[in-house]
């Protein structure tokens, strides 16, 4: 046994401890070595926008530390909560093969790390290598609570693109000068929609279009003749944004940890919960200029946004500093143009290649179909709402809010005590078909429940899901737990079930684990249910989510002995 300070190639300068013990994993001897990390949460005190104040972070940094791994390694994270909130850290689009209780959404697969208590998170990393990134999965905490999980390829493995010279994470976040534990629970006890950030932020830092954050700008350094691998990540809250670097080119090169066909583009669009890599190749010779690099929201919705810029800057080295350099600014596209975005969704495609072939479902056992989209519930007794004619905005699929436990559920299927905490109906379909995409209907109450699909073992799922005019059409970034899917079509308006499936894709689809379902339409997915657990999916906007927009799957053993659930660790924390 012995304990290593390594220093990743791909990111100088960061750290990983390792602790090699192949005597108590034997697997791991060849599958990978054991990273040990510690999360201390505590508060620290930030300064943004001439505001500062105490927001909660992973050892005093926000955003919080880098991960990095290679596919095959063994992370332990061990995560101890300094802070009064409950909390619960999830790796997001990692597969979680067998390991549910390291998935981390609170009161699906654990229950939150209470104060002064702690949990390791104990996973292996299989198949999987890309951006990822891990965040709070409670409340709204992971607007502060969110890092990049970076894994490498496997040793001697090298990307299917030219090697980059620089690798370099940008995440992009959102920025409230109050507390946004306050503005979620103003808006949950109110019924009406929530306060806006006040700035998005990449790595952190709002830059200079902001008043008063000129300082605090990100500003990414280059030179000439060099690919830099920029590991896009989208940890904001509750926008798709839109990003861009002046007179430069993009080339598109993975999407959610997926190798994909590569493209050119001005500018990538990246939903809550997505991850994309582009190739950023700079130009040949010094320009005597320097480069915004700007994201800003795409919009749907009638409610209320941010419709503010963040920039970073790109620099050339060896520039000229003795005069003021010319700054050049992006196009973005407006903020509600949806034919851009559909366009460079459907330039998505697999790489589908020998090595990385994309494995969609041929054959499915099972079909589904759920609307999604807003709605409202009545207002408490006795009290005022601020949602529609008086009422509290709230959010379903086939009219089902999410009503959230007070037992995990992995917990309660695991030991057999699902009584009392969830029901193992829910609609596979819309109990009330309509016009979706039409006029919406007079009742737009919802209703509500703690409700699971269960599916057998290696089950292969069809779902399509529909977008409703309920209260407005909306874009909903969906993400998936606990598997990666194959978005196998999508369109505009109603979904025909006697036409659109001719035109599925079931060659090269996109495999993610995160997807917008478009505005006023619907997208179709498939997934092969071979992940025994509890499996949550949920809008990504985080305001969405906290009115009900999610759900879970709950996928049985199968009969061989690595097709089962493993037992809980003895430090799963309690309710």
Not at 313 to 332: A, D, G, M, R, T
Request: include cysteine; proline fraction near 9%; charge should be positive.
């Amino acid at each position: 046994m012995g304990v290593f300070l390594l220093s990743s190639p791909a990111f100088p300068g960061v750290f990983l401890f390792t602790l090699i013990n192949l005597c108590l994993i034997p697997e791991l001897a060849v599958a990978g070595i054991t990273r040990h990390y510690k999360f201390d949460v505590n508060f620290q005190n930030v300064t943004r926008l001439c505001h500062t104040k105490s927001i909660v972070t992973v050892n005093g940094q926000f955003p919080g530390p880098r991960i990095v791994a290679r596919e095959g390694d063994h992370l332990l994270i061990k995560v101890v909560n300094h802070v009064q909130n409950n909390i619960s850290i999830h790796w997001h689009g990692i597969r979680q093969l067998r390991s549910g209780w390291a998935d981390g959404p609170a009161y699906v697969t654990q229950c939150p790390i209470q104060t002064g208590n702690s949990y390791v998170y104990n996973f292996t990393i299989v198949g999987q290598r890309g951006t990822l990134f891990w965040h709070a999965h409670i409340s709204w905490l992971r607007a502060t609570l969110y890092g990049p999980l970076i894994i490498l390829p496997k040793q001697g493995v090298p990307y299917p693109f030219a090697k980059p010279y620089k690798e370099v994470p940008i995440i992009f976040g959102e920025w409230w000068n109050t507390d946004p534990e306050a503005v979620i629970t103003q808006a949950l006890q109110t019924g009406g929609g929530p306060n806006v950030s006040d700035a998005y932020t990449i790595n952190g830092l709002p830059g200079p279009l902001y008043n008063c954050s000129a300082k605090d700008t990100f500003r990414l350094k280059v030179r000439p003749g060099k690919t830099y691998l920029l590991r896009l990540i989208n940890a904001a809250l509750n926008d798709e944004l839109f990003f861009s670097i002046a007179n430069h080119t993009l080339t598109v090169v993975e999407a959610d940890a997926i190798y994909i066909k590569p493209f050119e583009t001005d500018t990538v669009v990246i939903t809550p919960g997505q991850t994309t890599n582009v190739l950023l190749k700079t130009k040949n010779h010094i320009p005597n200029a320097t480069f915004f690099m700007s994201a800003r929201p795409y919009v749907t919705g009638l409610g209320t946004f941010d419709n503010s810029t963040v920039a970073g800057i790109l620099e050339y080295q060896y520039s000229s500093s003795i005069k003021k350099l010319p700054l050049f600014k992006p196009v973005l596209p407006p903020l509600n143009d949806t034919s851009f975005v559909t366009n460079f969704t459907a330039k998505l495609r697999s790489l589908a290649s020998a090595q990385f072939p994309a494995n969609v479902p041929q054959k499915v056992d099972k079909r589904f179909f759920f609307t999604i989209g807003l709605g409202t519930s009545p207002c408490h007794k006795n009290q005022t709402c601020q949602g529609p004619n008086g009422t509290m905005f709230a959010a379903s699929m086939n009219n089902v809010s999410f009503a959230v436990p007070t037992t995990a559920l992995l917990q309660a299927h695991f030991f057999g005590q699902s009584n009392g905490v969830y029901q193992p109906d829910f609609p596979t379909s819309p109990i009330f078909p309509f016009n979706y995409t039409g006029n919406p209907p007079n009742n737009t109450m919802v209703g509500n429940g703690t409700k699971l699909v269960v599916l057998p073992f290696n089950t292969s799922v069809e779902l399509v899901m529909q977008d409703t005019s309920i209260l407005g059409a909306e874009s909903h970034p969906f993400h998936l737990h606990g598997f990666n899917f194959f978005v196998v079509g999508q369109g505009f308006g109603n979904f025909d079930p006697n036409k659109d499936p001719a035109n599925f894709n079931l060659v090269d689809p996109i495999e993610r684990n995160t997807m917008g379902v478009p505005s006023g339409g619907w997208a179709a997915i498939r997934f092969l249910a071979d992940n025994p657990g509890v499996w949550f999916m949920h809008c990504h906007l985080e305001i969405h989510t906290s009115w009900g927009l999610k759900m879970a799957w709950l996928v049985l053993d199968g009969k061989l002995p690595n097709q089962k659930l493993l037992p809980p660790p003895a430090d799963l924390p309690k309710c």
